[in-house]
């Protein structure tokens, strides 16, 4: 341990990926003598993991690194020096352009280099300010420490596992294969081991992530490449693990294995993440998605085939340059064919060198906003439907944490909704079976189904066949 306790505040922006990594670099910063906490007031060291995809993202982060300034301003005021850094995909996109718009800034760290953050702060102590925005060929998570058990535990029951980074797709108006760089798979058994490792502090779920995941190819024992569906199989026998999940997936890469998967695998849980941004062929074409919308519609015939429950949310982007009225009907109605029971949706950003803000036939705002609202209004819809589905079902829910009222407890479904339901805070961390009773407009509510009155039980059954 070196020197005396000190307190860690980082924020996370954007993607899952970058959660992830705020954690790896909280576990690197702990035998520093960090510990995290949720105040950025008392923090010694306030890290923003950002994110670059959109232009608003971007612009919050130097929002708060504002208000960031103002906390270490008050603390020089009375003795205490805040170090200030900024990690992500804004700093690998921006590095020292960053600390010339905010000079409160002390350290610039890419995506790649958050293991050198030790020595980062130490230059900083020395220097004033380091940036690292490298991309160096040995893999970070060599070096990046593995967290303690207790650490583990306090996240909870569900955890991500960084498997791939990178992407080398090219879609024409993403950031990602310019800040990310290109695809990398990490090599099965130091996934295994994370894994493991994980389980033994009481892990029941594992989130395989990656920008590309379902491009992974990371090397086996056996020196091949594995496909995601091979590496999750292996992880599905560990024991411990009941539930798998991965994301963010490309249509392109849903390879045979990989649909396979989701119909005997029984720990890859029911729920897809696949983007698809848009309906109509024209665009994906503008987009360089590779695919059509007629591939995107098989891949999910084909998911349903073997997992006709399969719960499917998608990503959207509305007024790509050049979209039409007509083109934008063609997303719509494939909203329609798919059912998708969530969605992440956006107005189009253009990227400072990405394809896409070069092209004409830029769309006017207002006519983004309005197909934004159309757009959402539909996926509601499907996601209200798909609730409704739920109700007098039981499902199996992982209990993540107290609920909003005492004695309540909230976690998830196989399909990811979030459920509340009276339970005793011994089954935090445990999988049990609920009976849901009410469609909330964020959540579902449900009793445990061991204390569902048995003619409920009997309704249930009726319901789910099961
Ligand atoms: N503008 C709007 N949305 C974007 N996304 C990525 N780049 C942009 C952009 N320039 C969205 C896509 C992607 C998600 C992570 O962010 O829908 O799937
Ligand atoms: Fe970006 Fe496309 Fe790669 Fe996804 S697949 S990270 S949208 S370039």
Request: glycine content about 6%; charged content about 25%.
């Amino acid at each position: 341990m070196n020197g005396s306790r000190k307190q860690l505040y980082v924020k996370s922006f954007g993607c899952q990926m970058n959660v992830y990594d705020s954690r790896r670099m909280a576990d690197t910063l702990a035998p520093e003598g960090y510990s995290e906490t949720l105040s950025p007031e008392d923090a010694d060291l306030v890290i923003l993991n950002t994110c670059h995809i959109r232009d608003k993202a971007a612009e919050k982060v130097y929002s708060e690194l504002g208000r960031v300034r103002r906390l270490k301003q008050a603390a020089a005021a009375r003795g205490r020096r805040v170090v200030v850094a900024v990690a992500g995909c804004v700093a690998q996109a921006e590095g020292e352009e960053i600390i010339r718009r905010q000079p409160a800034v002390d350290v610039v760290v890419g995506p790649q280099s958050y293991h050198r953050l030790p020595k980062l702060l130490e230059e900083a102590a020395r220097d004033g300010k380091a940036i690292d925005t490298e991309f160096p060929v040995d893999d970070k998570f060599d070096h990046l420490a593995a967290p303690s058990a207790a650490a583990i535990r306090a996240r909870g029951a569900s955890a991500f596992v960084t498997v791939q980074e990178g992407c080398d797709k090219f879609c024409t108006f993403c950031v990602v294969p310019y800040t990310r760089g290109t695809e990398i798979s990490r090599p099965v058994r130091k996934i295994v081991d994370e894994v493991e490792h994980l389980a033994a502090a009481g892990v029941r779920e594992i989130s395989l992530i990656g920008q590309n995941v379902n491009a992974y190819h990371g090397e086996a024992l056996d020196r091949r490449p594995w496909s995601l569906a091979q590496l999750l199989r292996r992880i599905a026998e560990i024991g411990g693990i009941d539930r798998l999940r991965y994301t963010t997936s490309h249509p392109c890469d849903m390879s045979e294995d990989l649909i396979a998967a989701h119909g005997d695998l029984p720990e890859l849980m029911p729920q897809l993440h696949l983007p698809v941004q848009s309906g109509s062929d024209r665009v994906l074409a503008a987009m360089n998605r590779r695919h059509s919308r007629a591939d995107y519609l098989d891949i999910v015939r084909r998911l349903r085939a073997v997992r006709p429950d399969l719960a499917l949310t998608s990503d959207f982007i509305v007024g790509f340059p050049g979209e039409t009225a007509s083109d934008f009907d063609a997303t719509l109605d494939l909203i329609e064919q798919v059912g998708f029971c969530g969605a992440f949706s956006f107005k189009y950003s253009p990227r400072p060198g990405t394809p896409g803000a070069e092209m004409a036939d830029q769309i006017d705002e207002d006519i983004k906003s309005e197909r934004l609202q159309r757009l959402q209004a539909a996926i509601e819809r499907h996601q209200a439907a798909f609730n409704r589905s739920c109700l007098h079902r039981r499902v199996d829910v992982l209990f993540e944490r107290p609920g909003r009222h005492p004695g309540q407890l909230v976690g998830r479904s196989p399909y990811l909704q979030p459920v509340q339901a009276t339970a005793p805070a011994t089954l935090i961390g445990e999988i049990a079976a609920v009976t849901i009773v009410e469609i909330g407009s964020n959540s579902l509510f449900g009793t445990l189904a061991s204390q569902t009155p048995a003619c409920a039980q009997a309704r249930d059954f009726l319901a789910t066949g099961a």
